[in-house]
């Protein structure tokens, strides 16, 4: 298992749709928490990694359009797909803590920049100043797997000394952020480059998505310091129900293109609504 210390506290129940930021299970101050490591984000981690060891790019997206609909990965659209990384938001002590960790676990690590689409997203979910809670993307790679891919992950993860505002006390929206997300997994997903995600395109992926895996637009947006894949990276992110078959991350799909690609994201926003 990766080995990755975290930010020890209670567990507080969190609503989908609006999360319920009013409960904490032990009854005891909602603001305060220590330092400490953290097994449940370790083998959150490890079990990211080990499924996309273990799967093929195909079995990745059958996956993700559910098991009663693996015919929609076979259509000619999903050939100019490659799949790029899987995703998961962690909560260490610091960024130090996450890297040297992830070294230790045989990853090589990218570059870190900051978040956008994630951070409007985590924010307004919860409640939380996006002044204040800075969210980070830290990209580690490790060696090919079984199927000759290089291994990928995004880790997202909030800045603590920002989010704490250097007073040692976590706020509470920040505590039940954390608490919800490990539980929920909420921001878990998995990622396909596609390249030249033209309106046309577009129209036609939310099409087939809707059709083939009942899934639906859930946000996106440009992000400008993503340099992964060009000038810049547009992310379109759909959803659908239930959770990827034996495991516990929902259903969340991420087609990634490099460049701002207004005209789709535009038509991609306006239907997430």
């Not at 090589?108 to 409640?127: E, I, K, M, N």
């Not at 060696?143 to 000759?148: A, E």
């Not at 009942?214 to 810049?232: E, I, K, L, Q, T």
Request: charged share 20%; aromatic share 8%; with cysteine.
């Amino acid at each position: 298992m990766i080995e990755l210390p975290g930010i020890d506290g209670v567990e507080a129940s969190a609503v989908a749709d609006g999360c319920d930021l009013t409960a904490v299970t032990d009854g005891g101050d909602p603001t305060a928490v220590t330092d400490g490591g953290d097994p449940t984000d370790s083998a959150r981690l490890s079990r990211l990694a080990e499924y996309i060891a273990g799967n093929s790019s195909h079995a990745i997206l059958s996956a993700l359009l559910s098991s009663d609909h693996t015919e929609a990965a076979r259509d000619p659209l999903w050939d100019r797909c490659v799949f790029d990384h899987g995703a998961v938001m962690l909560f260490p002590a610091d960024a130090a803590a996450l890297r040297t960790h992830l070294a230790a676990a045989g990853f090589r690590l990218g570059a870190t920049v900051p978040s956008v689409v994630v951070q409007h997203r985590v924010c307004g979910r919860y409640g939380l100043d996006p002044d204040a809670y800075r969210i980070h993307i830290a990209q580690a790679y490790r060696h090919s797997d079984d199927f000759g891919r290089e291994q990928r992950l995004e880790i997202f993860f909030p800045d603590v000394p920002s989010a704490v505002g250097g007073s040692g006390v976590f706020p509470r929206q920040a505590r039940l952020a954390r608490d919800d997300e490990r539980r929920h997994n909420r921001e878990t997903h998995f990622a396909f480059a596609l390249s030249d995600v033209d309106l046309s395109t577009y129209l036609a992926v939310r099409h087939h998505l809707a059709e083939c895996a009942h899934m639906v637009p859930d946000g996106g947006g440009f992000n400008p310091h993503d340099r992964s894949h060009g000038a810049g990276c547009s992310t379109f992110y759909f959803t659908g129900p239930g959770t990827v078959p034996g495991q516990p991350w929902p259903r969340r799909l991420e087609l990634i293109c490099g460049g701002e690609q207004k005209s789709a994201l535009a038509a991609h926003l306006g239907e997430d609504g």
